[in-house]
């Protein structure tokens, strides 16, 4: 009988790419746990076949306005402060991302525990969930750099000790994310396939990761692989809708050269079942602002209005 200790999904060890068949489900929630995440049945089959669903217009204007005022006051305030939340472009200096924002603000975490988001994590993880991470993505106009392909449960397994395929991500987008400023870029389907990384994860890997990642990052001709069997998707979308993907979905996005921001909200839930144990390599884990480990506790859903 399998246990959480059990790495079903070895990597970083060898020195060539491995192609891992998945060994958890898409979509972990039973019929009426399905039935709750207010999803179509045609939505559901295409979070199952693609990794990914674009909701449009989740949030109102109002609230998108609230949101996005708010993440602009966060970034003003925290730009002044030494955090060790901040995350900062390795050139220009600008911000990133900013971690745990949650935690750094009253209106995200209120957001974080919306049913508009809870139950459609619920009900697809198929358990109560917590939040693993959150941040404030910031891509500024001209100045906003790239994020590399990559799946996002690699590092979590990892670095995070995360140990099954139970996690998702959601991205709140606070502007419109149109083909020009730097869209979140998918594959379709690269969810259904563990790709192993190589190179040892090296001492205090995060500090320079979360500003341009080098290790735990698929090789040029995985990514060729990936693209040439499945193609890229672009999520193009208005403010007020949400990405939901997979942990495992192979994604990434180009820089911002254009005079447009891009700036998101971006939580991600994990079920409970499937809590942070230790790393699955032989560096200490990541702090609590990346990786939420001595405070898990299960989402509350509340109601907007």
Partial sequence: MLTPRDDLYPSRFGKNTQYLPRQDPVIHGDSAQRAGTGLSAE????????????????????????????????????????????????????????????????????????????????????????????????????????????????????????????????????????????????????????????????????????????????????VSHLIETNGIARAECKAGSVIVFDCNTVHGSNSNITPDPRANIFVVYNAMANAVIDPFCTQPPRPEHVCTRESIVQVQTQTHG
């Fill in 43 to 222: 939505q559901l089959a295409d979070f199952e076949k693609n990794g990914f669903l674009i909701l449009d217009a989740v949030f109102t204007e109002s609230e998108v306005a609230a949101l996005r005022s708010e993440s602009s006051e966060l970034l003003t305030d925290v730009t002044t402060k030494n955090l060790k939340e901040v995350i900062c472009e390795p050139n220009s200096g600008a911000v990133r991302s900013v971690f745990r924002a949650h935690k750094l603000s009253q209106p995200i975490e209120k957001v974080t525990n919306d049913h508009r988001l809870t139950r459609i994590a619920q009900g697809l993880l198929g358990d109560a969930v917590y939040i693993h991470q959150t941040r404030v993505n910031f891509k500024p106009g001209f100045k906003g750099t790239e994020f590399y392909w990559h799946s996002d449960f690699e590092t979590w397994h990892v670095e995070d000790g995360m140990p099954r395929m139970r996690a998702l991500s959601m991205s709140i987008t606070l502007t419109e994310n149109h083909a020009d400023n730097g869209p979140l870029l998918l594959i379709p389907g690269s969810h259904k396939t563990f790709v192993t990384c190589t190179g040892e994860t090296p001492d205090n890997h995060h500090e320079k990761s979360l500003r341009k990642q080098q290790f735990g990052v698929p090789s040029d001709e995985a």
